[in-house]
């Protein structure tokens, strides 16, 4: 039996993904801002902070696998405070637990919407690991009118800040795989609620991310993906940005 750590898990693909792992007979430690086993809100240092202690208490000083789903969509700043710096805060904080596993992996959730637009202003601070500057940004593309485009540059940050990570030695050096998963447009609560019950919305979205295999696509699928990188089966693969799109990415960039 592993101990997994699944943030963003009361809803969505983070649900289905620690319902998965518990299925299988793994120990599940739950992470949100409700409904969990760990509360914490990761768009703060505080909330993260708590994160760690209590994951690190209640997993006895060691987590297997971690699945960082935890994210949202607003067109706000607490969409790149949450998506990228407190996915990487996540990611970083609980390393040491990952390391005093036999078989340590990370994986991460991304987007296919970080290939179809982004802010450059977000982008670069969010790599340049300047929260207060990367929030302004985001301000400033909402006040604009832009805020749509602050969620796929928070994740395609978090791409590219992954791509480099997963690399060094305190991860690949240390033998802990870190990838991510892009989903395309998946039949969760959340975009049932934001616009996938919006026909001129779902239509626009459609057609901007066009997904062969269909639209909107199942959950299920995106949450076996994640289980299986973050599982002992995964020894060999790492850097990588996995896209469980039904299609969409090969077609927007064959």
Same mark, same amino acid.
């Given at each position: 039996?592993?101990?997994?750590?699944? &943030?963003?898990?009361?809803?969505?693909?983070?649900?289905?993904?620690?319902?998965?792992?518990?299925?299988?007979?793994?120990?599940?430690?739950?992470?949100d801002?409700?409904?969990?086993?760990?509360?914490?809100d990761? &768009?703060?240092?505080?909330?993260?902070?708590?994160?760690?202690?209590?994951v690190?208490?209640?997993?006895?000083?060691?987590?297997?696998?971690?699945?960082?789903?935890?994210?949202t969509?607003?067109p706000?700043?607490?969409?790149?405070?949450?998506?990228?710096?407190?996915?990487?805060?996540t990611?970083?904080?609980?390393?040491?637990?990952?390391?005093?596993?036999? /078989?340590?992996?990370?994986?991460?959730?991304?987007?296919?919407?970080?290939?179809?637009?982004?802010?450059?202003?977000?982008?670069?601070?969010?790599?340049?690991?300047?929260?207060?500057?990367?929030?302004?940004?985001?301000?400033?593309?909402?006040? /604009?009118?832009?805020?749509?485009?602050?969620?796929?540059?928070?994740?395609?940050?978090?791409?590219?800040?992954?791509?480099?990570?997963?690399?060094?030695?305190?991860?690949?050096?240390?033998?802990?795989?870190?990838?991510?998963?892009?989903?395309?447009?998946?039949?969760t609560?959340?975009?049932?609620?934001?616009f996938?019950?919006?026909?001129?919305?779902?239509?626009?979205?459609?057609?901007?991310?066009?997904?062969?295999?269909?639209?909107?696509?199942?959950?299920?699928?995106?949450?076996?993906?994640?289980?299986?990188?973050?599982?002992?089966?995964?020894?060999?693969? &790492?850097?990588?940005?996995?896209?469980?799109?039904?299609?969409?990415?090969?077609?927007?960039?064959?």
């Open positions: 039996m592993r101990t997994y750590v699944v &943030t963003g898990a009361a809803s969505g693909i983070g649900a289905a993904t620690a319902d998965l792992l518990a299925k299988d007979g793994h120990r599940v430690i739950r992470c801002v409700r409904d969990a086993d760990v509360l914490a990761l &768009t703060t240092p505080e909330g993260r902070e708590s994160l760690f202690s209590e690190a208490a209640a997993s006895g000083g060691r987590v297997d696998g971690l699945v960082a789903v935890a994210g969509g607003m706000s700043e607490r969409t790149v405070r949450l998506n990228f710096f407190g996915t990487i805060a990611l970083e904080g609980l390393r040491p637990l990952l390391a005093a596993s036999g /078989a340590p992996r990370a994986v991460a959730v991304s987007s296919l919407s970080a290939i179809v637009a982004a802010d450059d202003d977000i982008v670069e601070a969010c790599l340049s690991l300047d929260e207060e500057a990367a929030g302004e940004a985001g301000r400033r593309a909402a006040e /604009a009118g832009r805020g749509r485009v602050i969620y796929p540059s928070s994740k395609q940050a978090l791409n590219r800040w992954l791509r480099r990570a997963a690399l060094a030695p305190e991860w690949a050096g240390a033998g802990i795989p870190l990838n991510a998963v892009a989903p395309g447009v998946v039949d609560e959340s975009a049932r609620k934001t996938l019950s919006d026909p001129a919305t779902r239509a626009l979205v459609s057609s901007a991310m066009p997904q062969p295999l269909g639209f909107p696509g199942p959950v299920e699928p995106v949450a076996s993906l994640l289980a299986w990188l973050a599982g002992p089966d995964n020894s060999f693969v &790492t850097g990588q940005i996995l896209y469980a799109d039904g299609g969409a990415e090969a077609t927007l960039r064959p």
